[in-house]
Every structure is written in C-alpha cells, then in structure tokens.
C-alpha cells in the first residue's frame, strides 16, 4: 500500500447499495456511508429525509491510487446508478438521493468533467448534477455509531 491514501466521496443514491459496490473494489481502503452537501449541522437520518436539510446520501471512499486510479471509481460510480434522474436511485425518492460528486482534491475535478461529458455523450441524456469541490472531510458520528461524512464547501 503506498503512502499517500486518498478520498474520494460519492452519492449515488442509498449509500449503504453504493457501499456494498465500492468495498469489493480492490484498493479501496474502507468505505463510509454519511451525509453532505446540506446545511444542516450533524443531521439525523430523519431529518435528511425531510429533504429540508440539503443533504445527499454519500459514501467516503478512502483508497491507495497505486492499486486504484479514481478514473476508476468514477466508471464504477457511473455505472452502479443513473445520474440522468433527478433526486432518484430506483425506488428511492427525495433530495437525498440525488447524484453528486463532492471532489477533495483539484485533480479530481479536472478528471470528474471530462468523464461527466463522455458520459452524457454516452447516453444521450444530460447528467443532472455538476460535480461540486468540498473539503474538510470530518466523521462525525450521526449514524448510530458507523459514523458518517460531513464536509464543507471551498468559500
């Protein structure tokens, strides 16, 4: 394992059925389920389920670039869930299910776009959320002790 592990975070939906995807990937150190994007400090799952607070459903993906590239996990990411529904995964409705890429680093929104863009290409339908950067990625606890991400957005 090389030294310099990475985060990625992603939502596609439920995060405990993109969880399940992405702990089989090999060179994805853990993976933890949360909520971010809201504006609600240390939401509860009910609260997240009002759609009142802002939060998506997401995943923190710790991973060693030198086993897996986040190329990668963005093909898994794009092809576990569709990014072409709006605050939809299936049977899953609400603003928490929406797709969002919460980039950590500047290299991963310059590799995000341009996937984003091929993929729209692909399937001819627009993807319907623009990957956001945030930073500061905390655990704080709010699901029962599993933990969960809470992140802050660039100013």
């Given at each position: 394992?090389?030294?310099?592990?990475?985060?990625?975070?992603?939502?596609?939906?439920?995060?405990?059925?993109?969880?399940?995807?992405?702990?089989?990937?090999?060179?994805?150190?853990?993976?933890?389920?949360?909520?971010?994007?809201?504006?609600?400090?240390?939401?509860?799952?009910?609260?997240?389920?009002?759609?009142?607070?802002?939060?998506?459903?997401?995943?923190?993906?710790?991973?060693?670039?030198?086993?897996?590239?986040?190329?990668?996990?963005?093909?898994?990411?794009?092809?576990?869930?569709?990014?072409?529904?709006?605050?939809?995964?299936?049977?899953?409705?609400?603003?928490?299910?929406?797709?969002?890429?919460?980039?950590?680093?500047?290299?991963?929104?310059?590799?995000?776009?341009?996937?984003?863009?091929?993929?729209?290409?692909?399937?001819?339908?627009?993807?319907?959320?623009?990957?956001?950067?945030f930073r500061e990625v905390?655990?704080?606890?709010?699901?029962?002790?599993?933990?969960?991400?809470?992140?802050d957005q660039y100013p």
């Amino acid at each position: 394992m090389s030294q310099a592990i990475e985060t990625a975070v992603f939502g596609g939906g439920c995060f405990w059925c993109t969880e399940a995807v992405f702990e089989q990937l090999q060179g994805v150190i853990s993976v933890k389920p949360g909520y971010a994007g809201g504006t609600t400090p240390d939401p509860t799952y009910e609260e997240v389920c009002t759609g009142e607070t802002g939060h998506a459903e997401v995943i923190e993906v710790r991973y060693d670039p030198a086993q897996i590239a986040f190329s990668n996990l963005l093909t898994v990411f794009f092809a576990t869930h569709d990014p072409t529904t709006l605050n939809r995964q299936g049977a899953d409705t609400g603003t928490e299910y929406r797709s969002i890429i919460l980039c950590t680093t500047d290299a991963q929104t310059r590799n995000t776009v341009p996937v984003a863009v091929v993929e729209e290409q692909l399937t001819e339908i627009p993807i319907v959320r623009v990957p956001l950067c945030f930073r500061e990625v905390v655990s704080n606890g709010c699901l029962g002790g599993t933990g969960s991400v809470k992140l802050d957005q660039y100013p």
